[in-house]
């Protein structure tokens, strides 16, 4: 996948509420994501891996805000060089 591709389906909305399915999901964009990045920090720290955790956190109820890494990735979805 494309990081244009990643950042599209993290920002989509979620086909399920159940964490197990949304895991699975984020498992696989971690893979991808790997593909683009030099270490497994910047997976880490990543804007899209970011949301996908804020994704779990709000399937948990734990409440926080990311705006700046929506920004982030909206730019790359965005950039279509």
């Known amino acids: 996948m ?4 990643l950042a599209e389906e993290v920002l989509s909305p979620p086909d399920s509420d159940n964490i197990v399915a949304i895991s699975r999901s984020f498992a696989k964009a971690m893979y991808e994501l790997r ?17 996908w955790m804020e994704k779990l956190k709000r399937l948990n109820r734990y409440e926080s ?12 979805i965005d950039n279509t060089d």
Do not use: A, F, G
């Open 2 to 5: 494309t990081l244009q591709e």
């Open 35 to 51: 593909q683009h990045c030099e270490t497994s920090t910047e997976v880490d720290t990543h804007p899209i891996t970011n949301i």
């Open 65 to 76: 805000l990311c705006h700046e890494d929506y920004r982030d990735v909206q730019k790359m």
